[in-house]
């Protein structure tokens, strides 16, 4: 499971549909259930004969009739095909007898659509989104998303870390400060590790921020105290960082890691460990939309912390 999805696109008027804003509204369609689009367009089957090999593509959607017969929709299924690609494709043409051409076309995992009623481009948007639907439904099983929280975690565990290594780069007063709140968080939180803990003062900035008591949760609340320092901890979208970081984030990833699952009349629901005792909590498709989503809205805050936080040149 990913936060990306990506669509290749073949159309030798491709032009045509950009203009009538169909791929605009397929990449609003896939951010609105979390996702980072990305739609590739070619104008030809040879050049996106290449892309295919090289990106994995969620959806593959192909006019049956590109221009140049080595381009026809019944070569390019056998060679994507031939390559070992698996990928969910749709082909579409305006040609009156396509229908009768898709039966003697069909593959595994490869659909056919005709455009030639005056409600096509409607429905051919439609079948798109039944589509993307249909390719997204196994990743949004407990497991897969379980695995997309430890990974989007991990990364952005990787760039709060790169945040800090810069900013202790400027061996400055704010970087001094925030190198002692750290020790501090770390000896405090390590009472079984004492040993270890003394002997931080004495460890490099960067080798402390690779310790694994270094958790998630004290990197998150070192970028709050940076941001505090920094004077940016009152502005938007950086107000409150740790708490939100925390529930969307650290906490999340927590729930997941132990959940386990049961259905109750019918529906998937997590049920979740308190102290309290358990609490069931229903995964559905949009439980899914807002763990990618807020996914997302961390990595562009990060991003933005990055760049706020950044020395100025010398």
Not at 12 to 37: M, N, R, V
Not at 78 to 98: C, M, P
Not at 123 to 151: C, D, H, P, W, Y
Request: glycine share 4%.
């Amino acid at each position: 499971m990913k936060l990306h999805y990506r669509i290749l696109w073949i159309d030798d008027q491709i032009e045509d549909y950009i203009d009538l804003g169909i791929k605009s509204e397929f990449e609003a369609y896939l951010s609105s259930l979390g996702f980072k689009p990305t739609v590739q367009t070619f104008e030809n089957g040879k050049k996106a004969e290449e892309a295919i090999q090289t990106v994995n593509f969620d959806l593959i959607l192909s006019d049956y009739n590109i221009q140049g017969g080595d381009d026809q929709g019944d070569v390019l299924i056998q060679k994507i095909r031939d390559g070992g690609v698996f990928t969910e494709v749709l082909f579409y043409s305006a040609q009156s007898n396509f229908e009768e051409i898709a039966k003697s076309l069909y593959r595994d995992r490869v659909s056919f659509f005709s455009l030639i009623n005056d409600e096509g481009m409607r429905e051919f948007r439609e079948r798109v989104f039944r589509l993307i639907r249909l390719t997204i439904a196994k990743l949004q099983e407990l497991n897969s998303i379980r695995g997309l929280v430890m990974a989007e975690t991990s990364e952005l565990d990787n760039t709060v870390v790169d945040i800090l290594t810069t900013f202790f780069s400027e061996q400055s007063d704010e970087a001094a400060s925030l190198r002692t709140y750290i020790i501090k968080a770390i000896k405090e939180s390590t009472k079984g590790n004492q040993d270890r803990a003394a002997k931080l003062d004495d460890f490099e900035s960067a080798t402390i921020l690779k310790e694994r008591i270094f958790d998630a949760d004290k990197k998150a609340r070192a970028i709050g105290k940076l941001l505090n320092i920094k004077k940016l901890d009152q502005q938007d979208p950086f107000k409150n960082f740790y708490d939100n970081y925390k529930t969307d984030v650290i906490d999340k990833r927590n729930d997941l890691a132990h959940a386990k699952s049961d259905t109750i009349d019918g529906v998937e629901y997590l049920i979740l460990s308190r102290k309290d005792g358990e609490h069931p909590e229903k995964f559905d498709q949009e439980k899914c939309i807002e763990i990618r989503k807020n996914l997302q809205k961390h990595a562009d805050i990060l991003k933005k912390i990055r760049e706020v936080t950044l020395p100025l040149p010398s």
